[in-house]
């Protein structure tokens, strides 16, 4: 599995305080099966982490797994927030994108409240070469009480990623409900894990969650196969992304139309 969101480097943002935690994370993403993991530090006025020190982290962790014998291959990029991209140059957003490729940006949804400019800030980043995948939009409370408006900005080309925790009820039931909506009404693309630390706190562990997704839609685990391999695969490949159609294999409660034709 390739993990397309992580707080993985050290001392940097909310994620392992020492490079010694950093490893033991590592290890345990690897252990459960993870081989690839994109390293992902919040850029926002809290934690405004600079692309160079995300690159610079990178490339020490790299030296500290070689070290300590933990074979995880990891990735440049950053947990972009909304309020944070004005303050980026093109460089640096092309600097912060998966695996350095300048092309797919992670981009954190508020958890409060409707961004009414996204749809602008799509159609700009378009224009300047940059595609966006939204992180975890099911725990915006906005998309909690719609889930259709995400489909908005999936039509405008926008990939979705949501946290595996989701469905294993770690951010609540509201955020629960609406991955397994997102994820069943075929409004979803990746799954990541969005981890933390080691655990037990938002830990590394992609397959138990892939697990309780699938679960959750009454689906094959091997359904969900690409959101944690070719489709995070070809983000950092840069090019063109195109997710299958994956759809509950339940019954829709409340009705519900279909997604529009995924994004590029
Ligand atoms: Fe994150």
């Known amino acids: 599995m390739i993990d397309i969101h992580s707080h993985l480097l050290p001392a940097?943002?909310?994620?392992?305080?020492?490079?010694?935690?950093?490893?033991?994370?590592?290890?345990?993403?690897?252990?459960?099966?993870?081989?690839?993991?994109?390293?992902?530090?919040?850029?926002?006025?809290?934690?405004?982490?600079?692309?160079?020190?995300?690159?610079?982290?990178?490339?020490?962790?790299?030296?500290?797994?070689?070290?300590?014998?933990?074979?995880?291959?990891?990735?440049?990029?950053?947990?972009?927030?909304?309020?944070?991209?004005?303050?980026?140059?093109?460089?640096?957003?092309?600097?912060?994108?998966?695996?350095g490729n300048g092309r797919w940006l992670l981009l954190e949804m508020p958890f409060t409240g409707w961004p009414l400019q996204l749809g602008e800030i799509l159609r700009d980043l378009e224009i300047r070469g940059f595609s966006a995948v939204l992180a975890h939009p099911e725990r915006a409370d906005a998309v909690q009480r719609g889930p259709d408006r995400i489909r908005d900005a999936i039509g405008r080309g926008a990939l979705v990623q949501l946290t595996g925790g989701s469905f294993?009820?770690?951010?609540?039931?509201?955020?629960?409900?609406?991955?397994?909506?997102?994820?069943?009404?075929?409004?979803?693309?990746?799954?990541?894990?969005?981890?933390?630390?080691?655990?037990?706190?938002?830990?590394?562990?992609?397959?138990?969650?892939?697990?309780?997704?699938?679960?959750?839609?009454g689906v094959h685990v091997q359904t969900l196969d690409w959101m944690v391999t070719e489709g995070p695969a070809a983000l950092l490949e840069g090019g063109s992304v195109r997710p299958p159609k994956i759809t509950s294999a339940r019954r829709p409660r409340g009705g519900g139309r279909p997604a529009p034709a995924g994004p590029r």
């Open 168 to 217: 294993l009820g770690e951010h609540g039931p509201a955020a629960r409900r609406t991955a397994i909506a997102l994820l069943g009404g075929g409004s979803a693309h990746f799954i990541a894990s969005d981890a933390h630390s080691a655990g037990p706190w938002r830990p590394p562990d992609l397959g138990v969650a892939v697990q309780a997704a699938a679960d959750a839609i």
């Open 12 to 99: 940097i943002d909310d994620g392992p305080a020492t490079v010694g935690a950093s490893v033991e994370m590592a290890r345990v993403a690897f252990e459960s099966g993870t081989r690839q993991m994109v390293c992902t530090p919040h850029m926002i006025a809290e934690y405004p982490t600079e692309v160079r020190a995300m690159q610079l982290g990178v490339a020490k962790l790299r030296t500290a797994l070689a070290e300590a014998d933990v074979p995880l291959q990891i990735h440049t990029g950053g947990e972009i927030s909304l309020t944070w991209l004005d303050r980026l140059s093109d460089e640096e957003l092309r600097m912060a994108s998966f695996g």
